[in-house]
Structure formats: structure tokens, C-alpha cells
């Protein structure tokens, strides 16, 4: 009994003290202070989960608390957000229910805690359908909410920090699951720091050799990479120095899984990778200054003192990406012979780039508040995501029947590398790599998409499934005799440019089918036949087509014509289902004897034969 009080203190002291923690960092916050409604979500999570303890041994409330940190600290989310963690599992882990929550935090707080709840289960299930389902629930409270799969990859990330208590086979789907999922997600709302932990967690627990072996190498040359580092950045040192500019230069070194990836997707040792080591040369910008012309003074001087890869030069800054990333990357050639790649930037930017959401706070005059004084995060208005959030809701809108054609487009439409192509007036367009021009043509509008031909790309005609590179100018070639094929799906690759396509060719068959019926309709009423469904299965099943709706759209685009050959098939089948119908009303007794003497069907003509009924 002793033993078990000092346990509970001890288990008090630990709460106690992270809870503390928690608070500290919501304090030490832009937010505006609302601890009493964060207290109230503390002790009505801690009394429902009174007793239970993870798998690590340490209590359950340790994970909640655990979780409203991350989304505090790393993610910079505000009372609402930290309240909704520490309630995210009391729905699905205890008896209260979604209702118990509004009833006592509000409608606000419930819905996001019921938005984390649906999203509760794996991603990846037995089979693919269900996998497309859980993701299209994950998905859709994204889109009315982005602060669910913000609490959501919280939640993830400590249970990835904790992995080391569940089971192998569990730790690999988990691992598996976050490197699918979460980790991209984590990269494209702007939480780079997040992504990084989270892809090398899932690869030390998915690959845990390769993991250890990369670990290992990255450690071993990491002495001669500080030794390139500052033998390259003495000059620019130097030269910067000489203008007055505060800044400051930091080697950014490839995590194991960024090495691993590049080894596989590229086929090349751990050797050949050049830019295991990158510079990043950050500002502090004074007042007045112009932050996009000082990038470019910056990379004037680097470039005066390294020749620079003519076709590495990448503008981030005047064209930022969709998760809100700014810098302009440019690779140089080092004395030593080598590429290095220089990323410049400001401290915003800097920020911005690594912690994604926290950084936005401190870069805003003043945290949002709603009627009631309550600070609301302010994570559903951010320019940034609205591009990109439309995005998801144009794939819900019109998903594929295709579970995995569904996950598919989810990754390329998503998670995908960004490409810039200018439009003729020079507009530059964000789009996803591996994109051809007739997704380009459906992203400007649908009425180009449908009758574009090809393009000038770069003043070169192309054809529709020319695939796009960063920086080429495209403009639309069309043609008012152009129709849509169902082979364009395969030559695209964005959700939007598929979902046109496929809306236009079910609205062409079912224009199709209704010409198909009309003319149907008026061939059997000429020759006195009803045009009901026994009529027209006769028909599928003479034709060898499936469906009504098949055999509608094969008459409407007159790939049948129906004629003598449609009637015999008819008169013949319902010949055939008269004869069988008499059979099955003769008595069952004299089908089951033979029938003898004057009754018998072959009396008198010297057959051979049973006298049993005929098969039907």
C-alpha cells in the first residue's frame, strides 16, 4: 500500500510538472492569456483518464499533455488548439461523448476534438478501399478545419517519440503510415522541422540498418564538412562584413532519411551525393529595407566570388511556394571543385521555412480574436493554405471510384514537388511536378482544357501530354473541333484536370443514353413491344453488353443500329422463356415418371428414347 502511494505521488509530481511546462510555453506566448479555460481541459482530461497508463508505464495523461505542447511550441497554436489537445482522446477512450464537450467547452472546441476523433484509427487499413476512406475523412475536417490535422500530426508526432514501447509489427505500420502521410502533410503546411524529425523516426524504425549505417557515415565526415563549410564561407564572410549587413551563415546538413531517399530515388552511392552539405546565409533585416532586393545584393556578392550552376538558380522569394516557404537557392562551384548549394534568406523567412505556423505569430501585430475575447489561432485565414485547401476540396468534390487511383491522386496532387509556368502575359503559375499541358490548360480554365490541341511551349509546339519543366512559358493552343477523349485521363495528372474530364464524359454518355432511350423507345413501339426491362435485358444480353446504361449509349453514338436481327433476338428469347414457363407448369408428377403410351412424344415414330422431360 506504500508502495503504491509513492507511486501515485510520484505520478502527481510528474503531471504536475508537465503540465507546468505547458503552461510556461502558452504564457511566453503572443496569444492572449486564457489559462482558466486550459486549466478546466487539464483536470477534465486527467480525471477521465484517472488510472490509465500507456504502454511505457507512465500515465495516460502525460500523452494529451505531451501533445498540447507540440501544438503550442513547435506548431504555435493558441487556447482553443491547446484545449482541444488535451481533450483528443476523451471521446474515443472514454464514456463522454462529442456532446459532453460542447455542452462544457463549447461547440468550437468540441468540433475539432470530433474532427482528431474521426481521423482516430490508422490511415492504413487491410485493404486499399479503406485506406482511401480513412484518408478522405482526414481530409475533409482538414478542410473545415486546419487545426484538426494540425493537433492530429502533434499527436502523431509524440507517439512517434514514444514508439519505442509498442510491438515490432506495430512500430513498422506506424513508421510506414507517418513516412506516407504525416511527414508530407508536416512539409506542406510549412513545418519543416516537424517533417525532418518525423521521416527520420519512421526511417529508423522502417529501415533501422540503413538507418544506423547512413547515421554512422554522415558522422564520420562530419568533421571535413565543417572544415569545406568554413573555408567557403571566409570570403563571403568577409564580403559581407565589408557592407555593414547583420547576418548570420549556418551549415545545413542532410538528415539520414534526406541522404537515403536521394540514394534510391537517384540510384547513387552515399558518396556521390554532392549537397550532403548546404549553406544558409540569413539576414536581419533593419527598418525600410527592401527584404526581396536584399536577397539579390547577397547573391551578387556569392556569385562574384563562385561561379554559379547556370541552371541551379531558384526564386522562392518572389514566388514563394503554397506552404509559405521564401529563399533564393543558387549552387556554386567551390574552390575545392565542388558544388555547394547557397540558400539566402531573411530571418522571417528563415522562420517561416522552419516552423511554419509558430513563426507566423511573431511576424503578426496582433493574434486574432473572435466576440467572446477568445484567441482562435488564426490558422483558417492564411493566404497560403487557401490554394491548396481548395485543392483538396476539388479531389473530395469528385473522387475516384478508384480506391487506389484515389491515394494515388491524393500524392500527386498534394504532396508533390512545386514547378512555375508563366502564362504569354507573364503571370507565373504554381504547379505540381510531372504536370503535362493539358493540366495546365484545365488549371486556367475548363473551356481551354476541353479544346486544347497542344501548346507553344517556349515558342516550341508541343503536344497535350508535353511535360512541363520549371520557368517554361506556355501558351494554350485550341481548337472548336477539339473533343474530350477518356484517354486524356492517363495524359493528366492533377485532380482538377481528371475531375473535368471525367464530368464531361459522364455528361456526354448521359446525353448518349438519352438519345440511345428516345431511339430505342420509338424502334420497339413501331414493331408493338413494350420497352420495359425484360425487352431491353434481351437486348444487353444479344449485344453481350452488362448494363442498360451501355446499351442506351451504344445506340446513342450509333455504334448499334437496331434492326430485323434486334427483333428476331427478342422473339427468339421470349420464344424460348414461353416454352421453358409451359415446362414448369406440367405437374411435378409426370415430370419426374417416364411417360408411357399414347402421352409419350415419341409413340409411333421407333425412337429410342426415356420419356423424360427435357432439360430446361
Known sequence: MEEQNIREQEDEMMVSKAYQQLMDSYLASRHRKHTEIIDK??????????????????????????????????????????????????????????????????????????????????????????????????????????????????????????????????????AGETLYIYAPLANRLGLNKIKEELEDLSFSYEHPE???????????????????????????????????????????????????????????????IYDILAVRIIFETEQGMDETAECFKIYDIVSTIYKPHPDRLRDWVHNKKANGYQALHTTLMSKAGKWVEVQIRSRRMDDIAEQGFAAHWKYKEQPSQNEEGEDEDDVNNEAELDKWLHTIREILDDPQPNAIDFLDTIKLNLFASEIFVVTP?????????????????????????????????????????????????????????????????ELTTTAKAKGKIQAIIRREEREKQKIGEDILTEFLLKHEMEPNSVTISKLCQFHSLATREELLSAIGSQTITLGDADLNAINEMTQKRKKWKEMEEVPQDLQAAPRRGRDCPARGRGENHSCTPPDR
Open 210 to 272: 540503413e538507418y544506423r549505417s547512413i547515421k554512422e557515415q554522415l558522422a564520420g565526415i562530419r568533421e571535413h564538412l565543417n572544415t569545406i563549410f568554413d573555408q567557403f564561407t571566409a570570403p563571403i564572410r568577409e564580403r559581407l562584413d565589408a557592407t555593414g549587413l547583420r547576418y548570420e551563415i549556418k551549415a545545413r546538413i542532410k538528415t539520414p532519411y534526406s541522404v537515403w531517399n536521394k540514394m534510391q530515388t537517384k540510384h547513387i552511392t552515399f558518396e556521390e
Open 425 to 489: 502575359k507573364g503571370e507565373f503559375k504554381t504547379m505540381p511536378a510531372g504536370c503535362t499541358v493539358l493540366d495546365f490548360a484545365f488549371s486556367i480554365h475548363t473551356f481551354l482544357g476541353t479544346h486544347c490541341i497542344g501548346a507553344k511551349v517556349n515558342h516550341k509546339l508541343v503536344g497535350i501530354s508535353h511535360v512541363l519543366q520549371s520557368g517554361d512559358q506556355v501558351e494554350i493552343l485550341t481548337s472548336k473541333n477539339q473533343k474530350v477523349d477518356k484517354k486524356w485521363i
Open 41 to 174: 481541459a487539464f483536470n477534465f482530461a486527467k480525471e477521465a483518464h484517472k488510472g490509465v497508463r500507456r504502454l511505457s508505464g507512465e500515465p495516460y495523461i502525460m500523452h494529451p499533455i505531451a501533445v498540447a505542447r507540440i501544438a503550442c511550441e513547435e506548431i504555435g497554436l493558441g487556447s482553443t488548439s491547446i484545449c482541444a489537445a488535451l481533450l483528443h482522446d476523451v471521446v474515443e477512450d472514454t464514456d463522454y461523448t462529442v456532446e459532453d464537450i460542447s455542452n462544457i467547452f463549447g461547440p468550437k472546441i468540441a468540433q475539432i476534438v470530433n474532427g482528431v476523433t474521426k481521423i482516430s484509427g490508422g490511415i492504413f487499413g487491410d485493404k486499399a478501399s479503406v485506406q482511401a476512406e480513412s484518408f478522405k475523412k482526414l481530409l475533409l475536417t482538414m478542410s473545415d478545419d486546419i487545426r484538426v490535422i494540425l493537433i492530429k500530426i502533434s499527436d502523431r508526432l509524440h507517439n512517434m517519440r514514444t514508439l519505442g514501447s509498442q510491438l515490432p509489427g506495430k512500430q513498422y505500420k506506424i
